[in-house]
């Protein structure tokens, strides 16, 4: 069984950073895509960033060049570096996986079976 759960959310100043964390169980990260998606109030859930084995990364345009996704198969985690953060990257953040065989990793969040409880992100101007 699949379990991912989030950490390293909280409150910070525009131009700040966070490190967001996602430890999974049961997940076999070699056929995996990771992705971090969030989701502000009234809003729909987007994808900001995903990862697939041998370091294919994808980035929303309106992060790229401030997060950096990770992955450390040793300890089972992914990673959302958060860089020069703007109020408008107030959000639930959610890491989420799925299987697949492509090197490349879906947008859609419906694509996505497994899904951690989310963590907070509020940037203040």
């Known amino acids: 069984q699949v379990q991912l759960v989030e950490s390293g959310g909280g409150s910070v100043q525009a131009g700040g950073s966070l490190r967001l964390s996602c430890a999974a169980s049961g997940l076999d990260y070699n056929r995996a895509c990771m992705g971090w998606f969030r989701q502000a109030p009234g809003k729909e859930r987007e994808l900001v960033s995903s990862i697939k084995t041998r370091g294919r990364t994808f980035y929303a345009d309106s992060v790229k060049g401030r997060f950096a996704i990770s992955q450390d198969n040793a300890k089972s985690a992914a990673y959302l570096q958060m860089d020069s953060l703007k109020p408008e990257d107030t959000a639930m953040y959610y890491c989420?996986?799925?299987?697949?065989?492509?090197?490349?990793?879906?947008?859609?969040?419906?694509?996505?079976?497994?899904w951690g409880q989310g963590t907070q992100v509020t940037v203040s101007s």
């Open positions: 989420a996986a799925y299987y697949t065989i492509s090197d490349y990793c879906y947008t859609g969040h419906s694509a996505y079976p497994y």
